[in-house]
């Protein structure tokens, strides 16, 4: 078997429905070989599309790649809700849907966008005393009453939301959001919004970690290139991790930051380093960079400051 260890970079995999995040590991380890990977983000069985999976020293990078926003589409069933709020459970609440509009949609759409709280559902992975939720969900009626989710409320953000279309019982939906955020439950409190109950029926995933989903590679893609699997992964100092790029001008500023010691350096000559200018240091704030050395290969994230003396300080935080 050819071995991949020596890959880093990230690789798109388009998940498809009826596996689940930890499948798409397991799938890639036994046609690849023993390697260290580890995905961005997970999506339930029900769900598909962009799943990143990171290799070798880009599993460094996890952490900044789950905190950049998603985009899904997804398709809401008016007029009844299941106990999972998706298809895989069973109906507990039916009512009327024929009085929602496309302008009572649209209008409703407005109160979701920006900073919103959400009461994540019962059937979830969050851990309430070191247990998922679900698994009190599955325990019975008794323990997942047990369950104060008023509590394990959590606020997210939601920058663009979109009504792709409207069918009799059914509407489409585009969303742009935060990590963390629940699109069944999105989904839940918009049809309760308009004065009905729904269900998640369809679920896709269509940009992540700064990958639209067109760049995804499915499984029956990947398994033909297994002999050619790097070119289908993106490099490290390619992969969008939501910060600024800065790229050292010469061999001793590299060195100095590998070591862990600070670089101070006139502003003029920083700027002249950052690939992408307009994303640059703004007033006196700290700001995290994405760190390539004078070849352009990507080596660490880094934390630039301006000093009072107005020259620029940088330091490496985390090393690749």
Known sequence: MVT???????????????????????WLVRRLGKLKLGHVGTLDPAASGVLPVLLGRATRLQDYLLDMPKTYEFDIRFGSETDTLDLDGQVIRETAWEHITEAQLRTAIGAFIGDIVQTPPIYSAIKYKGKPLYEYARSGAEA????????????????????????????????????????????????????????????????????????????????????????LVTPLDQIDIGLPRWRSSRPGLTAKLRDGQQVVMEIQEYVSC????????????????????????????GSVRSQESGRIAIVMKRGL
Request: aromatic letters at 4%; proline letters at 4%.
């Open 4 to 26: 991949h260890a020596h890959i880093h970079g990230l690789l798109a995999v388009h998940k498809p429905t009826g596996m689940v995040s930890k499948d798409i590991s397991r």
């Open 144 to 231: 997942a009453s047990s369950v104060p989710l008023e509590a394990l409320k959590r606020s997210v953000s939601v920058s663009r939301f979109d009504l792709l279309g409207l069918s009799p019982g059914q509407g489409s939906f585009r969303v742009t959001c935060s990590k963390g955020t629940y699109v069944r439950t999105l989904a839940k409190d918009l049809a309760e919004k308009v004065g009905s109950c729904g269900t998640l029926i369809r679920l896709v995933r269509t940009k992540s970690s700064g990958v639209e989903i067109g760049a995804a590679h499915g499984l029956e893609a990947i398994e033909q290139h297994l002999d050619s699997f790097g070119s």
């Open 274 to 301: 950052c690939l992408d200018p307009e994303d640059g240091l703004v007033g006196g704030r700290v700001c995290p960079v994405f760190l390539l050395n004078e070849h352009g290969e990507a080596f660490g994230v």
